[in-house]
Each structure stands twice: as structure tokens, then as C-alpha cells.
């Protein structure tokens, strides 16, 4: 199958928009997963927010329950089991969030290094936002006020995920092929995801939108998830040093009627050879301000928020992992995973059809752990906000 994930040099853009905009244009359109270099961050820098991240997610879980995950503001610290203490809410009135502070207990510096990792990565999004609105032929203006990451308004955020080393009952599943993905198959709801991973941790593979026809998922804002077309072969696509992997959300597709791919992607458990310790990853959202309208020219998706995208993806997820029933984590879990992945070798178009069901619904959510802040509550971090 032909997914050729390409390599977009983005330096110098004022002097090359034209060529940046043509190329990543292709990239989005194509299969909707590129790498981007020239970006001008050094190796340090990812290192530092690196180190910063593991500091916080090392620390016992009371601790890190102090900052429980929010639905409505997506902050907060995700862990395994902490979804049902939720805190604070969405202020639909006056468009804010009820306050949450930045874990005090990490310090000034600790904030300072995610800030300004996220002042750096977000000018990424920018640059790559706009080659892709003059490449489309619209106003590039319109993402400086629509990202403005200074505005209260701003739900841009960065995570921290952290995947567990395996366990030797995960290691002996494995190798009964009955070991579930690291992170579930997923397309983002934000407009553009940029994710660094360290050299080495390998496992995020790939199934490009433009390989399934049906977008009508993607217009049910929140669900999508539940409700995943097959992947009939993911592709793997391994950290390269020095690039960032970026890759178009669901708002994107929205905005451009579909024109640009939001693409399903997952972690998979390591295999026969992948190392086994721990893995981390740091993906940066980026998403409009909260009352920022997005509508493509031909309204072909109804207009949804920044609002929308950011808090319809958190309480989809805590709707998911909080069901009574545990429907979708018993599937997870079944014989039916390796089953799966046999009738799939053997044949994929007579196994989807013969299953019936969708392939997310046999995956879990996996053990990522997450922690995710805002670049707002530098402002002041007893101040109320998002
Ligand atoms: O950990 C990774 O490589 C991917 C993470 C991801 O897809 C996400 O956080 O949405
Ligand atoms: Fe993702």
C-alpha cells in the first residue's frame, strides 16, 4: 500500500512559503501523518520538557491525584483508574473553565521549562497552519487570531504521556498475540497534533483517512471513537532524530470539508525486539480559541468550537471508561483480540465482515498515563481560568 510519509523542511518560511505550502498541502491531503524538521527547537529543549514530564509522572499516585483530569478543560493528570474525581467545569455562560493550578508542588522552574517549550512548539503549528491555509488559497491571517495562545480563550495544550514498561504477564501475552495496544487506535479532535517521541520508542502506527471514505464519523463530534472503521494495515512510523511528527486532527477535516485527513493512529504493544521499559511521548494539541467558530466553505460538517473539540473529546473518554457495564474494556481484554488479528491475516475483508464490529471496540484505552497543562496559567496560577 502506498503511504509515503514525507519529510517537510519548514526553515526559512518567510522565504519559501510557497514551497512549504505546496508540499505539506500534499502530505495533509495524502495520508495526514508527516515529519517536519527545520523546525529550529534544539535536542535540549525536548529533553528538558522531557525530564520535566517524567518528573511529575514519577511521582506516587496520591500525588498526581491532586491535579485530577478534567473532562470539560482537558487538564489535568490522567491516570489508569482517576477518572471518576473530576473537578471544576465548563462555564457555559461566560465561556470559561472553573480554575485548576499548575501542580505548585513542581515550582517555578518546572513551569517556566513547559511554558516555554510550548511558546516554541506552538510557533511549529503556526508556521505549518498557515502554508497549509495559502496552499488552500485563504487568508493566513485568520490563524494568528484564531491560535492566539496569549487569550484566555487559548485550549492549546501540551501532554506528557507515559506508557509503562511492560510486565511479564504483558510479555507472555504478547507473545500469545493477545496483548491489546498500548493506546488505542484514535484519530485526534484537535485541528493539528505535533508529537515528539525519543529515538527508540517505537509502536505509533498509522491508518491514513483517506483510506476510509466515511466521514460521517467525524461529525459525530465526541463519539468517533467508539465507532472506527477497520484498518485493514497500519503503518509504523518510528521516531527520526531531530523531526517532529505532526498530524492532522479532526478540526482540520472539519474547516476543510474533508479535504484534509485526520488519520486513525495507535501505540501497539511492544513486539518481539522493541524494547520493553518504559515509553513517553509528548504531544502538543492544538486547537482554536473556545468561542472560535470553524466551518468549511462548503459547511459539508456543521460548525463546531474550539470549545467543542477540546472538552466533546474529554467527556467522550470519561463517558467511555466510566460505563457501568465496562463494555468496551471486557472486549479489550477477550480472546477475540488475537482472533482478530488471525481472521485479519488470513483474509481482512471476510473477517471485518464476518465480525461485524469495528476494530476500536476490541481495543482498550490502554496504559497511558497522561499529564496535560495550558500555556494560560502562566497568567497567574491562582487566577480562575480554563
Ligand atoms: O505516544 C504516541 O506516540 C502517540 C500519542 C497519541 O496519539 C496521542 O496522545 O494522541
Ligand atoms: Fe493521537
Known amino acids: 500500500m502506498g503511504r509515503k510519509i514525507i519529510t517537510v523542511d519548514i526553515s526559512d518560511f518567510e522565504e519559501r512559503k510557497q514551497e512549504i505550502a505546496t508540499q505539506l498541502l500534499e502530505a495533509s491531503k495524502d495520508v495526514g501523518f508527516f515529519y517536519i524538521g527545520g523546525h529550529g527547537i534544539p535536542e535540549e529543549d525536548f529533553e528538558k520538557v522531557l525530564k520535566a514530564g517524567q518528573a511529575f509522572l514519577a511521582l506516587p499516585d496520591e500525588v498526581k491525584a491532586q491535579w485530577p483530569f478534567n473532562p470539560d478543560s482537558y487538564l489535568g493528570h490522567r491516570g489508569p483508574d482517576e477518572l471518576e474525581t473530576v473537578t471544576g467545569g465548563y462555564d457555559f455562560k461566560n465561556q470559561t473553565f472553573a480554575g485548576e493550578e499548575w501542580p505548585e508542588l513542581l515550582g517555578e522552574e518546572w513551569r517556566n521549562t513547559a511554558l516555554d517549550f510550548q511558546e516554541k512548539v506552538h510557533k ?85 483517512g483517506n483510506e476510509i471514505e466515511d466521514l460521517s464519523l467525524i461529525e459525530d463530534v465526541g463519539n ?31 474547516w476543510t470539508d474533508g479535504l484534509l485527513k485526520s488519520t486513525y493512529h495507535r501505540v501497539h504493544a511492544p513486539k518481539e525486539g522493541d524494547p520493553k521499559g518504559a515509553r513517553y511521548s509528548i504531544p502538543y494539541f492544538v486547537n482554536p480559541k473556545l468561542n472560535y467558530v470553524i466551518q468549511g466553505p462548503e459547511k459539508r460538517f456543521s460548525p463546531v468550537t474550539g470549545f467543542d ?74 487566577a480562575p481560568r480554563y
Open 309 to 382: 473539540l477540546l472538552s466533546k473529546t474529554g467527556n467522550a473518554y470519561v463517558a467511555r471508561k466510566n460505563d457501568p457495564e465496562k463494555t468496551w474494556q471486557k472486549k479489550a481484554y477477550t480472546g477475540e483480540v488475537a482472533d482478530l488479528s488471525a481472521m485479519l491475516a488470513a483474509n481482512a475483508a471476510t473477517a471485518v465482515e464476518a465480525l461485524g464490529y469495528r476494530v476500536t471496540a476490541l481495543q482498550t484505552i490502554g496504559c497511558c498515563q497522561a499529564l496535560f497543562t495550558f500555556h494560560n496559567s502562566r497568567v497567574d496560577n491562582k
Open 124 to 208: 511549529v503549528a503556526v508556521t505549518i497552519l498557515k502554508a497549509l491555509f495559502i496552499a488552500l488559497g485563504r487568508d493566513e491571517n485568520i490563524i494568528d487570531d484564531a491560535f492566539d495562545i496569549t487569550l484566555e480563550e487559548n485550549p492549546s495544550f501540551v501532554a506528557w504521556n507515559y506508557y509503562p514498561p511492560m510486565t511479564e504477564e504483558q510479555e507472555a501475552a504478547a507473545k500469545n498475540g493477545k496483548l491489546p495496544p498500548r493506546l488505542h487506535a484514535h484519530a485526534d479532535m484537535d485541528v493539528l497534533t505535533i508529537l515528539y517521541q525519543r529515538e527508540g520508542d517505537n509502536g505509533l502506527e498509522i491508518a491514513p
Open 224 to 254: 468517533a471513537w467508539n465507532d472506527m472503521p477497520v484498518a485493514r494495515e497500519w503503518t509504523p512510523l518510528d521516531p527520526k532524530p531531530g523531526l517532529l511528527t505532526v498530524n492532522i486532527g479532526d478540526g482540520l477535516t472539519r
